[in-house]
């Protein structure tokens, strides 16, 4: 991938030296005064006092040696001395021609935890944002040429398994995996999600109420803990179930996963993570339970303890956590694991993290915590369903659909499901994608769902457009291999946005944020859709315009596949 930014810059800071400056890092933005030019540099001013000489005094010494350079237009001075730069038509429209838009492939590998199903429980709107924000943070670095392995890091084990089962064994009491004393084949039972997501629910609100029924459950995690035979296979057929119905939405969302690894798989690694961490005398007794203290004299709030093992020697989030970090050191080596979580869970991570740390677990890893601001309903509070629980996100699939299809057009008959469905995906994800990483949002269904606005199906719609004319001149035999030349400033301004594209991906990159690639998309749709209706390209006389537009429209379209497709957004047949 060219960059123009990094272009420009290396014109600035040589000018700067040539004219008998001393220059550090030069940084170029977009003018605040498009009327002067369409790039500024404000790095002068800040000069002036280290030469004794005014810093317009100095601007126009820089200025008088770049307007020696083709690659602009107009070099001038504006106010105490900021630069303004207009770029040359040719060199605006060499960039274009010759870019190739990939990224060489990097020695780095990053490790993708996201997603964060929990087995026999529903994925809930609660789940969203994991599920968006990762995947595409995943695509963005394989598309920027790092290595990814990705892994949804399910919650499969535990107090939640344990108060199903125990709820299982009150409802089937005659299923032999309840019979201590069974040795023999288990029976196909007839185990499915909804029955999971039934008794899921039901036995966490009665585990609140009836102190016995808590304790049995308390007992059946123990079991399930230890392994015992008949608990442990039903776990086995339960987790087996929910994963795949688990899987069935993340198909939904365009997101797939490297490894369905879970809690459980890293609990069986907890024997050994804790012999090595007692080697190293780092776990602290405290008040019958093993801790990792991990507060620092820096901190400006306490800090509590990373809990390893509580009083009764159970085990918990933050111990899987611990192991999970060291299972995947042992096997992949990452260079840097990044977490795509809820925010709130803020503080475990930075407790496991110190403890990872303290326990030389990752020495040269980076651990990233990427957390996600909540996405509450129109009105601002908790997203809820109509009676007050909480949004399954099957239930928030259905009901985006359903507003999709009422604004799909009348005409397309045929694929009405499946395009219905991309649309609803596309309002769902794009809508997700707006915000800052970990700002809040309201979903407002209707806003998602129109075609006119910072939309997922505007983006669609015009992108499907695109299509349509290059398809057009393909029909009518009409090629197009190069930009010649601009026909005005709609096509001019296009050009200016594509050279955006490098700087976008790297600042997403670096924000692990993908609001600055929904902005970028929306400012590049636009921009192109006001060049698109003020000009008739296909019918257009002067060839060489008409090639120069249709190539202009192959560029757009194929940015913008390419950031949909990095979004997890597919684009239908038509629409
Ligand atoms: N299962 C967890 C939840 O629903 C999220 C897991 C996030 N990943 C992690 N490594 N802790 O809250």
Redesign the pocket.
Known sequence: MKKFYKLMEDKIKRAILEAGYKTGEVVITVSNRPDLGDYQYNGIMPMAKEYHKSPVDIANDVVSILKQEDFFKDVNVAGPGFINLRISDEALIDFANNDDYTYPKKDKLIFF??????VA?SLHV??LR?ANIGEALKRLCNYLGYQTISDT???DFGRPLGLVILELSKRFPEWNYFNKDYDGEYEDVPITNELLENVYPYASSKAKEDETYLKEAQEMTKRLQNHEKGIYDLWLKITDVSKQSIKNIYDRLNTTFDLYKG?SDAEDAVPELLSYLDKLNIIVESEGAKVIPVSLPTDKLEIPPMLLIKSDGGIL?STT?LA?IYLRMKEYHPDEIW????KR?AL??TQVFRASEKAKLTPNTKLVFAGFGTMNGKDGKPFKTRDGGVMRLLDLLTEVKAESLNHLNENITEYRDEISEDVAISAIKYADMIPARDTDYNFDIEKFCDLEGKTGPYILYSTIRMRSLLNKAKENNISYHKINKIGSNYDREVLLILNDLDLILNRSFEAKSLNDITDYLYRLTTSYNRFYSFNHILTETDELLRESWLYLTSIVYQINMLLLDILAIKVPIKM
């Open positions: 935890d996201y997603g964060g199903a929990n429980k609660g789940h994991s890091h399910l919650g809690e989030y956590e999970t977490y795509i979580v809820d869970q475990h991570f």
